[in-house]
């Protein structure tokens, strides 16, 4: 019992030591001093932290991409788009295909013509592919940059001219709107020649315009997918939409819009169709489905 209460008072005595005044093993001036220690170490490495930041952020531009050497080429992307790629609908069935409409319809809202109507916001950049649009460099003082409009009907049989219009799911001839995603300062550039274009795509070549194509990803779906109409500002992307100068300076742009149906698919057959996008700058890789390129499965039931 002794020896436990020994025990007992060398701990206590540890804790408080009311003979030194000293908690812990130090009196009340070391510990001030060892905060006052760790105080400034921190506050030092708090502001070499804070430096270096701010030096960085000296070098970085408000509107301009510091390294864009190892930007990959922009992405194809399309709406209606599934987390499975697969668009799966029966034209008989509004409710196996109402998102798909859904999305198309949000996506052609900012499109419609009551929303591009302020003119010191938008301006028509002419009704066929021109040349690129240039608006001055991304680091001058021109301030916000004017958007080209971009004309719903352009899209056609896809445009969606009322509210009720179901972009021809309900006839079972399927509307996507495909774009190229935005890279900030990036000019597309078309491709030089017929060479670098499939045969059977080789007629959609035209100055100023980036081409698109789809086809059968399989060869034993070549009979069964039918027609392939593509609308748009000639059909691709053209040129006088780019380039792109960001959020802060172009906050009111427009991609381009090139809407693409199908005409009479097999139905009950799943087929698989990829879309390619066509230009001298614009790559492909077979570890990103969407850049410069997208395959879905389309499966229309009946």
Request: glycine share 10%; net charge positive; aromatic share 14%.
């Amino acid at each position: 019992m002794p020896a436990n209460k020994d025990g007992d008072g060398g701990w206590k005595r540890f804790l408080w030591n009311s003979e030194k005044k000293e908690f812990l093993g130090r009196t009340g001036g070391s510990w001030f001093k060892i905060f006052i220690f760790y105080v400034i170490f921190y506050g030092c490495l708090a502001g070499i932290f804070i430096g270096t930041i701010q030096a960085m952020l000296l070098t970085l531009s408000n509107y301009k991409p510091t390294y864009q050497d190892r930007v990959a080429p922009p992405g194809l992307s399309h709406t209606p788009r599934s987390d499975k790629a697969e668009i799966s609908f029966n034209p008989n069935d509004e409710k196996s295909y109402r998102t798909y409409v859904d999305h198309i319809q949000d996506l052609l809202g900012p499109y419609s013509d009551g929303n591009q109507t302020d003119i010191t916001k938008y301006e028509d950049c002419g009704e066929t592919p021109d040349e690129y649009k240039n608006r001055g460099d991304l680091e001058s003082d021109m301030g916000v940059r004017k958007a080209c409009r971009f004309k719903r009907a352009w899209l056609g049989a896809c445009a969606g001219k009322t509210n009720e219009d179901t972009f021809g799911f309900e006839d079972g001839n399927p509307c996507l709107i495909v774009k190229l995603n935005r890279i900030v300062n990036f000019r597309p550039r078309p491709p030089a020649s017929n060479a670098s274009l499939p045969a059977a795509a080789q007629g959609y070549l035209k100055p100023n315009l980036i081409p698109i194509y789809c086809t059968n990803k399989k060869e034993d779906d070549a009979k069964k997918i039918g027609e392939i109409k593509y609308f748009g500002l000639g059909n691709g992307f053209p040129l006088q939409y780019y380039p792109y100068y960001g959020k802060l300076l172009h906050p009111q742009y427009l991609q381009p819009l090139v809407a693409i149906q199908f005409i009479n698919v097999t139905r009950n057959e799943e087929l698989r169709i990829e879309c390619k996008v066509y230009g001298e700058n614009i790559g492909y890789s077979e570890k990103d489905r969407y850049q410069g390129r997208f395959d879905l499965k389309l499966l229309i039931k009946s």
